[in-house]
Protein backbone atom coordinates (compact mmCIF):
# COMPACT_ATOMS: atom_id res chain seq x y z
CA UNK A 1 0.00 0.00 0.00
CA UNK A 2 1.78 3.19 -0.82
CA UNK A 3 1.87 6.19 1.27
CA UNK A 4 -0.53 8.07 0.00
CA UNK A 5 -3.20 5.33 0.03
CA UNK A 6 -2.40 5.16 3.81
CA UNK A 7 -3.27 8.77 4.26
CA UNK A 8 -6.55 8.51 2.41
CA UNK A 9 -7.69 5.25 4.44
CA UNK A 10 -9.78 5.09 7.31
CA UNK A 11 -7.95 3.30 10.24
CA UNK A 12 -9.32 1.11 12.67
CA UNK A 13 -10.14 3.45 15.32
CA UNK A 14 -11.52 6.19 13.26
CA UNK A 15 -13.67 3.58 11.93
CA UNK A 16 -15.09 2.47 15.26
CA UNK A 17 -15.52 6.16 16.03
CA UNK A 18 -17.50 7.35 12.91
CA UNK A 19 -19.82 3.74 12.90
CA UNK A 20 -20.69 5.03 16.55
CA UNK A 21 -21.28 8.90 15.89
CA UNK A 22 -23.31 7.81 13.22
CA UNK A 23 -25.00 5.21 15.16
CA UNK A 24 -24.44 2.79 12.55
CA UNK A 25 -26.76 3.94 9.86
CA UNK A 26 -26.36 6.33 6.31
CA UNK A 27 -26.39 9.48 7.61
CA UNK A 28 -29.09 10.10 4.44
CA UNK A 29 -31.54 7.66 4.37
CA UNK A 30 -31.26 6.14 7.83
CA UNK A 31 -30.56 2.50 6.29
CA UNK A 32 -28.48 0.21 8.13
CA UNK A 33 -27.66 -2.42 5.75
CA UNK A 34 -24.41 -2.65 3.70
CA UNK A 35 -22.64 0.59 4.93
CA UNK A 36 -19.75 2.35 3.74
CA UNK A 37 -17.43 5.25 5.02
CA UNK A 38 -17.35 7.87 2.60
CA UNK A 39 -14.94 11.05 2.49
CA UNK A 40 -17.32 14.28 2.18
CA UNK A 41 -15.05 17.05 2.06
CA UNK A 42 -11.97 16.00 0.26
CA UNK A 43 -12.45 12.74 -2.04
CA UNK A 44 -10.50 10.27 -1.65
CA UNK A 45 -9.08 10.53 -5.57
CA UNK A 46 -8.19 13.79 -5.05
CA UNK A 47 -6.11 13.23 -1.61
CA UNK A 48 -8.39 13.45 0.96
CA UNK A 49 -7.20 12.86 4.23
CA UNK A 50 -9.25 9.25 6.29
CA UNK A 51 -10.17 11.17 9.28
CA UNK A 52 -13.47 11.87 11.39
CA UNK A 53 -13.90 15.44 10.21
CA UNK A 54 -13.71 13.97 6.47
CA UNK A 55 -15.94 10.61 6.85
CA UNK A 56 -19.71 9.64 7.37
CA UNK A 57 -21.47 6.68 7.13
CA UNK A 58 -23.14 5.94 4.25
CA UNK A 59 -25.29 3.23 2.52
CA UNK A 60 -23.74 1.78 -1.13
CA UNK A 61 -27.05 3.35 -2.98
CA UNK A 62 -25.85 7.16 -1.61
CA UNK A 63 -22.19 6.33 -1.04
CA UNK A 64 -22.35 5.53 -5.16
CA UNK A 65 -24.84 8.55 -5.62
CA UNK A 66 -22.32 10.90 -4.42
CA UNK A 67 -19.01 10.03 -6.27
CA UNK A 68 -20.44 8.40 -9.54
CA UNK A 69 -24.10 9.42 -9.87
CA UNK A 70 -26.05 10.76 -12.97
CA UNK A 71 -28.06 12.43 -11.17
CA UNK A 72 -26.31 15.97 -10.26
CA UNK A 73 -29.31 17.03 -7.99
CA UNK A 74 -29.17 14.17 -5.75
CA UNK A 75 -25.55 14.25 -5.53
CA UNK A 76 -25.54 17.52 -4.57
CA UNK A 77 -28.17 17.17 -1.94
CA UNK A 78 -25.84 14.59 -0.76
CA UNK A 79 -22.57 16.38 -0.66
CA UNK A 80 -24.85 19.01 1.06
CA UNK A 81 -26.46 17.29 3.78
CA UNK A 82 -23.15 15.39 4.27
CA UNK A 83 -21.32 18.46 5.00
CA UNK A 84 -23.82 20.13 6.73
CA UNK A 85 -24.13 17.03 9.19
CA UNK A 86 -20.11 17.15 9.73
CA UNK A 87 -19.86 20.71 10.45
CA UNK A 88 -22.58 20.23 13.23
CA UNK A 89 -21.20 17.27 14.52
CA UNK A 90 -17.77 17.86 14.71
CA UNK A 91 -18.06 21.22 15.27
CA UNK A 92 -16.14 22.91 12.15
CA UNK A 93 -15.74 26.59 12.47
CA UNK A 94 -12.78 27.70 9.67
CA UNK A 95 -13.21 25.43 6.75
CA UNK A 96 -10.38 26.69 4.76
CA UNK A 97 -8.10 25.55 7.05
CA UNK A 98 -9.69 22.01 7.20
CA UNK A 99 -9.51 21.79 3.67
CA UNK A 100 -5.70 22.50 4.09
CA UNK A 101 -5.30 19.73 6.45
CA UNK A 102 -7.36 17.15 4.68
CA UNK A 103 -5.17 17.75 1.64
CA UNK A 104 -1.88 14.88 0.80
CA UNK A 105 1.18 16.96 0.58
CA UNK A 106 3.50 14.49 -1.28
CA UNK A 107 6.54 17.17 -0.18
CA UNK A 108 5.68 16.80 3.79
CA UNK A 109 4.87 13.06 3.42
CA UNK A 110 8.54 12.45 2.02
CA UNK A 111 10.05 14.78 4.76
CA UNK A 112 7.90 12.61 7.49
CA UNK A 113 9.17 9.46 6.45
CA UNK A 114 12.78 10.58 6.87
CA UNK A 115 11.93 10.27 10.71
CA UNK A 116 12.38 7.31 11.96
CA UNK A 117 12.08 7.01 15.92
CA UNK A 118 9.33 10.04 16.95
CA UNK A 119 10.26 8.83 20.59
CA UNK A 120 13.41 9.79 20.26
CA UNK A 121 12.79 12.90 17.59
CA UNK A 122 15.75 11.44 15.85
CA UNK A 123 16.33 12.58 12.13
CA UNK A 124 18.22 10.05 9.66
CA UNK A 125 19.39 12.23 6.49
CA UNK A 126 18.95 9.77 3.77
CA UNK A 127 20.80 9.17 0.63
CA UNK A 128 17.84 9.55 -1.03
CA UNK A 129 17.51 13.28 -1.01
CA UNK A 130 21.06 13.80 -1.90
CA UNK A 131 22.25 16.03 -5.30
CA UNK A 132 24.69 13.33 -6.21
CA UNK A 133 21.69 10.71 -6.73
CA UNK A 134 21.03 9.22 -10.05
CA UNK A 135 18.38 7.46 -11.00
CA UNK A 136 19.01 4.33 -13.18
CA UNK A 137 17.00 2.11 -15.09
CA UNK A 138 18.29 -1.21 -16.06
CA UNK A 139 17.54 -3.44 -19.54
CA UNK A 140 14.75 -5.23 -18.84
CA UNK A 141 13.81 -4.25 -14.90
CA UNK A 142 11.19 -1.81 -15.05
CA UNK A 143 11.73 -1.11 -11.31
CA UNK A 144 14.78 1.69 -11.19
CA UNK A 145 17.80 2.08 -9.32
CA UNK A 146 19.79 4.84 -7.37
CA UNK A 147 23.31 5.12 -7.32
CA UNK A 148 25.58 7.35 -5.49
CA UNK A 149 27.82 9.44 -7.98
CA UNK A 150 29.95 10.23 -4.62
CA UNK A 151 30.47 6.94 -3.32
CA UNK A 152 30.34 5.35 -6.19
CA UNK A 153 27.72 2.69 -4.52
CA UNK A 154 24.07 1.42 -4.87
CA UNK A 155 21.62 3.27 -2.96
CA UNK A 156 19.03 1.30 -0.45
CA UNK A 157 16.18 2.39 1.81
CA UNK A 158 18.48 1.59 4.67
CA UNK A 159 21.51 3.90 3.57
CA UNK A 160 22.67 6.80 5.53
CA UNK A 161 23.95 9.88 4.15
CA UNK A 162 27.43 10.28 3.87
CA UNK A 163 29.49 12.94 5.60
CA UNK A 164 29.40 15.06 2.09
CA UNK A 165 25.47 15.03 2.13
CA UNK A 166 23.95 17.33 -0.25
CA UNK A 167 20.26 17.84 0.90
CA UNK A 168 17.88 18.95 -1.79
CA UNK A 169 15.52 22.53 -1.20
Known sequence: MSIRSQWCEFDKETRKYIKKRDNNRCVFCGNN?????????????HGGKGCKENGVMLCIKCHQ??????????????????????????????????????????????????????????I????????????????????????????KIRITKNTEACKDFRRIK
Request: hydrophobic letters at 30%; proline letters at 1%.
Open 124 to 151: KDRCKNCRLLEKRQIKGNSIPTYYCRYR
Open 33 to 45: GALQIAHIFLSRA
Open 65 to 122: ALDNGKDTSLRDKINQFCRSYLIEKENIIDLSSLMKMLKYDKKNSLRERIIISEEKKE
